[in-house]
């Protein structure tokens, strides 16, 4: 089980590095290399923002889950 929730993690954790890095900051970040720097909506983030904002919520939560799993299988 342990080893289970250990590559859930490790596969949440490079999903979340990409997730995040995908994401426009500022500067435009690295989503313009790939055309999410487009954005005709007046409200200020595109479908394809609040999706990836949703995705990276979801996969957080995931993440936050299994480190919690892992810590109390390691504890009992």
């Known amino acids: 089980m342990e080893l ?10 490079a999903l ?4 995040v890095l995908l994401h426009k900051g500022r500067g ?3 989503s313009d290399m ?4 487009v954005s005709s909506s ?3 983030s595109s479908v394809v923002e609040r999706n ?3 995705l990276t919520v979801g996969i ?3 993440w936050f889950a299994c480190v919690i799993a ?5 504890a009992y």
Request: aromatic share 6%.
């Open 4 to 13: 289970l929730f250990t590559i859930i993690l490790v596969i949440a954790s």
């Open 16 to 19: 979340m590095i990409v997730l």
């Open 28 to 30: 435009g970040g690295l």
């Open 34 to 37: 790939f055309g999410g720097g």
């Open 42 to 44: 007046l409200g200020g």
């Open 52 to 54: 990836l904002d949703r």
């Open 60 to 62: 957080g939560v995931i």
């Open 70 to 74: 892992l810590g109390l299988l390691m």
